[in-house]
Nanobody
Framework: QVQLVESGGGLVQPGGSLRLSCAAS????????IDWYRQAPGKERERVAL????????AYADSVKGRFTISRDNFKNTVYLQMNSLKPEDTAVYFC?????????WGQGTQVTVSS
């Protein structure tokens, strides 16, 4: 059974940093690209970044380019999202996502709140 479990969210001041983790199980992790998405209150879910199977970060949202970095550890079956220079508009629930065998799986999400 495919499972994605996010962690690392919390409350941080503007300009601060957080690192989110997404621990995956139930599938051959190294075979699949993994995305991070986020959803702010009253807004649609948007993709933040994608990590290819080789660990290349790509498809960064314009709003996070230069501040966020996606990475993965294929030995730990984990994807990370390093978030620097956080802004109040980064406040959202952050999810990881994977497409396996034509099905889309989401984690439960982790809340990130950027506020002074």
């Amino acid at each position: 059974q495919v499972q994605l479990v996010e962690s690392g969210g919390g409350l941080v001041q503007p300009g601060g940093s957080l690192r989110l983790s997404c621990a995956a199980s139930g599938f051959t992790f190294r075979w699949y690209h993994i995305d991070w998405y986020r959803q702010a209150p009253g807004k649609e879910r948007e993709r933040v970044a994608l990590a290819t199977t080789e660990g290349v970060g790509t498809a960064y949202a314009d709003s996070v380019k230069g501040r966020f970095t996606i990475s993965r550890d294929n030995f730990k079956n984990t994807v990370y999202l390093q978030m620097n220079s956080l802004k109040p508009e980064d406040t959202a629930v952050y999810f990881c996502r994977v497409d396996v065998d034509r099905f889309t799986y989401w984690g439960q999400g982790t809340q990130v709140t950027v506020s002074s």
